[in-house]
């Protein structure tokens, strides 16, 4: 083993360019005595802030990529840090005779490897070849506080060589720190010391303690900041298949054999005998380079070391990096691609060269082809006791079948495969092409994605390339992320977890959280169907038009390819065009409107298809991320399940409107036994027929005490609220005289409370009062269930109704956005639809979600002459889809284009925000 790669970037020394510029600025500060500290300190800062602009111009102007700007960055502040270190050496007075033992300078970490990033700290090391003398400390603080006055951050400590190997086998940080070690100036013999040391340390240590050391900590933070390298908002520093993952093969590598750069370990006659080819070297390089591109232009544009990509961020990289619309994509979509795949090539070349640097340095596995027939047939054997391919003559460039089959041989056995067999699988994966139409390739396929596990397996397929080369459509999903804040994961990342929400509905583990599609999934015939349509369902993504109609499309030609029935092709297509159908409907239609339910059946017209839709419809939406599914979505996607299932059982014909009807008022009649019954006619003659089929027999219960309550005290305003745990929601009732603009000003009260509405309804009984309900949630999608919350909420809409509450401006001042969230843009759109109900004419607005929009769009419609019947509001992140039911003040549909046109155009102008309050001095 070599000694450490310190040694090597000690030999090759600065370049004459960074000599020279230390050397300058060095007999600025000392010439024929040295400076005063602070004309010094205007020296320095002088010279770090012309360093820093040359190095921002040149990358900027794209003369250097990040690369190489991290390392012109880390030449120039050598020049710094080594003329500071000449300057302190002629201040700090020896001590007497002169002969107290100097330090070595050291740098380590990142700035030891001779990169740096603009805001990154510089790491440094001041090396004793014994204990640390007095004037040792005085020229370490006074370096120290000169770096620190320049404004920079720095990681130091002060050790002897034997503190130095003592703490590096103590704790495997800094082991790293120190196996990246350069030496920069003072007590050579000191850190030559202490490389033969450390490298015998190494030696006698040997590889397999760092290494699990660097596995503990990977694991660690990929459970902080992702499991997977398709997250939206990335963090490309310490992310899976960020610039952590490409430093700790460097690591590894520089451990074990002192490499100091990828290409060291292309050839035969490199360490470990040749554990790179050319393209997988090539292919570091490039991921290194982008990935530190990236990184560059995050510090220059937030002026701070920040790593994480988030959406307010994505679109300006993307404009300083050069990328604009192409197609359906836009440039910051097509810009996160672009880092997904080389974060993906990150996975893949850890999978690839760790396992081999392993081996290299611990030895060949043993193994052992007899003990297992039905393994021996299949092409496989096990070594250290996980699956690989039987050598010398079963391999996966020859014979690529075996890359199914030791997966599932992997998944049916509970064993793992072989780091060395996962390295193949993805150096061989374009050999998936051969398996297109293949009978056994297309068997072990679907038996991988519709059983145990399928999610894990899928991912690996994924991640490895094969999936891509199996399939050529899903390498379109691949890396492909919307700009919006609605989806957590990229396209394929979202539909592997949509199939592992499917495994835990087969489970039984959602039973709490969708009881129904839990109940279902175990009734369903054309489970194969189910499974290949959520892996499908989103295919069509990013290729402009209708994903659905697409997907359905590409599914027909697809399907048959893998094995697939015409029959279950029919299903797959089916489920794939009508994916959206019953979220969009629980979502954005009354589904008390007898038209909606019938609707759906007649698109559905199949119970088995009914149940396949309603549990795709749960794993898509689960899978989507963490906060989308809430209690009151799964609420709403039950009671249109149970609706239109009861229609295609042929138990109701939903046309059957006064006979609902009479059976409502039956139901409450029931619940308000021990009335009298002069009370009981008297409520039961306030509603209209849509009041009655709009809620159940408790609500109107609890309906009917409010109204007597608020009639017997004579109250012009009655506001009551009920937490209902089961739909995670709260409903507010107002009861209240009605009058134009009602509903605005109380959904601007809810507004001001801080208070999300997901649903509403509003009603105008016979006596002329208005009876609006509201169910609102809090901001983490929970009931809006706390005393005092719900206390002031009571009293803004009131001061809202009697005019003490100026809404606009109490609005302006509710609690704004993240910024990283307002790059994301959402157009304006108004759809207007007299076809989806027989009563009603439908409007949908589309635009950006913000507090009071709701009470902009309601008082639009008022002054428009309008009124609502019914409002259903669902927000996608930052994007909001409200609904409203309208008709005009003689009751019937607006289908006159003179009316509709001002309307449009009063929505539209509602979804543009006002502007920001202006604080108070």
């Not at 960020?242 to 060291?264: C, I, S, V």
């Not at 979502?587 to 795709?616: C, G, H, M, N, Y």
Request: aromatic fraction near 6%; include cysteine.
């Amino acid at each position: 083993m070599r000694n450490t790669a310190a040694e090597a970037v000690a030999a090759s020394g600065p370049s004459p360019a960074i000599r020279a510029e230390e050397a300058a600025l060095i007999a600025r500060l000392i010439d024929t005595a040295p400076l005063p500290r602070d004309e010094a300190l205007g020296v320095l800062r002088r010279e770090l802030g012309a360093v820093q602009a040359r190095v921002q111009q040149a990358f900027e102007s794209r003369e250097t990529h990040g690369l190489g700007a991290a390392r012109r960055l880390s030449g120039h502040m050598d020049a710094i840090i080594l003329a500071i270190h000449a300057y302190a050496e002629a201040v700090i007075p020896r001590g007497p005779g002169g002969r107290e033992e100097a330090f070595a300078l050291v740098a380590t970490g990142g700035y030891g490897r001779g990169v740096l990033a603009p805001y990154s700290d510089i790491d440094l090391l001041f090396l004793t070849g014994t204990q640390v003398g007095a004037r040792t400390e005085r020229l370490v603080e006074f370096m120290l506080y000169l770096l620190w006055d320049l404004g920079l951050k720095v990681g130091h400590a002060t050790r002897s060589v034997k503190d130095c190997l003592a703490h590096a086998r103590r704790d495997a940080t800094i082991q790293t720190a120190l196996v990246d070690a350069r030496f920069m100036a003072g007590n050579e013999r000191a850190f030559n010391k202490f490389s033969a040391e450390f490298g015998k340390m190494r030696a006698t240590d040997g590889l397999g303690p760092f290494l699990a050391a660097k596995r503990a900590e990977r694991a660690t933070r990929h459970a902080r900041y992702g499991e997977t390298p398709f997250m939206v908002e990335p963090h490309i520093k310490e992310g899976r298949g960020g610039l952590r993952d490409l430093q700790t093969l460097y690591w590894l590598a520089r451990h074990a054999f002192g490499a100091l750069k990828m290409p060291d370990l292309v050839g035969p006659e490199s360490p470990g005998g040749g554990l790179l080819v050319e393209g997988e070297a090539r292919a570091i390089r490039r991921a290194w380079d982008f990935l530190w591109t990236v990184r560059f232009h995050l510090h220059y544009v937030t002026g701070r070391a920040e790593e994480r990509l988030t959406f307010d961020l994505q679109p300006v990289v993307a404009a300083r990096m050069g990328y604009a619309r192409h197609g359906a994509q836009n440039g910051a979509e097509r810009f996160m691609k672009h880092l997904f795949l080389n974060s993906r090539d990150v996975v893949r070349l850890s999978r690839v060269l760790e396992p081999a640097i392993e081996r290299a340095a611990l030895g060949p596995p043993a193994i052992r082809r007899e003990g297992d027939e039905s393994l021996e047939e299949a092409g496989l054997a096990f070594a250290d006791g996980k699956l690989v391919a039987a050598p010398p003559d079963r391999d996966f460039s020859r014979e690529p079948v075996l890359m199914l089959r030791i997966v599932l041989a992997a998944r049916d056995r509970g064993l793992d495969i072989h780091p060395l067999a996962i390295r193949a699988l993805i150096r061989h994966a374009r050999q998936a092409e051969r398996l297109r139409g293949d009978a056994e390739a297309n068997e072990l396929f679907l038996e991988l994605l519709t059983g145990k596990d399928a999610a894990k397996w899928m991912g690996l397929l994924n991640e490895s390339g094969f999936l891509s080369r199996f399939m050529p459509d899903w390498a379109r999903i691949v890396g492909l992320m919307q700009f919006d804040t609605y989806h957590v994961f990229t396209v394929d990342e979202h539909t592997i977890q949509a199939i592992g929400v499917l495994q835990e509905l087969e489970a039984g583990l959602l039973e709490n959280v969708a009881p129904v599609a839990s109940e279902l999934v175990g009734q369903l015939q054309s489970r194969r169907a189910l499974y290949v349509a959520t892996m499908l369902h989103d295919i069509a993504k990013g290729r402009g038009g209708d994903h659905s109609e697409l997907g359905a499309r590409i599914a027909t030609e697809l399907c048959p390819k893998i094995g697939l029935s015409p029959e279950e092709t029919e299903t797959v297509s089916w489920l794939v065009l009508h994916h959206l159908l019953i979220s969009q409907t629980a979502f954005k239609r009354d589904i008390e409107d007898p038209k909606t339910i019938l609707d759906i059946a007649d698109v559905v017209q199949s119970p088995e298809r009914l149940r396949l839709l309603l549990v795709l419809t749960v794993a898509d939406m689960r899978a989507v991320g963490p906060k989308v599914w809430n209690g009151w979505k799964a609420t709403l996607l039950r009671e249109v399940y149970w609706r239109v299932s009861e229609v295609l059982a042929g138990g109701l014909t939903v046309p059957e409107h006064d006979v609902r009807v009479a059976r409502a008022k039956e139901a409450v009649a029931e619940a308000l036994l021990g009335w009298p019954q002069a009370d009981i006619e008297k409520y039961l003659s306030l509603g209209y027929p849509g009041y009655w089929l709009s809620f159940d027999a408790d609500t109107h219960g609890r309906h009917a005490r409010i109204i007597r309550e608020a009639e017997a005290a004579g109250a012009p305003l009655t506001v009551r609220s009920a937490v209902l745990e089961a739909r995670a929601v709260t409903e507010i009732t107002v009861y209240a005289i009605d009058h134009p603009g009602l509903f605005s000003r109380i959904s601007g009260a809810l507004a001001v409370a801080e208070a999300s509405i997901v649903d509403a309804r509003i009603h105008t009984l016979t006596n002329g009062m208005a009876l609006d309900t509201f169910w609102v949630q809090d901001s983490a999608g929970g009931a809006f269930d706390q005393p005092n919350r719900l206390s002031r909420l009571a009293l803004l809409i009131e001061h809202a109704l009697n005019g003490q509450l100026k809404l606009t401006q109490e609005i302006r001042k509710v609690r704004r956005e993240p910024a990283r969230l307002r790059a994301v843009t959402v157009p304006g759109r108004v759809v207007v639809d007299n076809h989806a109900s027989n009563t009603h004419t439908v409007i949908e607005v589309n635009g950006r979600d913000r507090p009071g929009l709701l009470h902009d769009l309601t008082a639009a419609i008022s002054e428009q002459g309008l009124q609502i019947a019914s409002a259903h509001i669902t927000t996608y992140g930052v994007r909001a889809v409200d609904v409203f039911y309208v008709k005009d003040v003689f009751g019937l549909k607006v289908d006159n284009e003179r009316k509709l046109t001002p309307l449009r155009a009063a929505l539209l102008d509602a979804l543009t925000p006002p502007e920001p309050a202006i604080p108070a001095h």
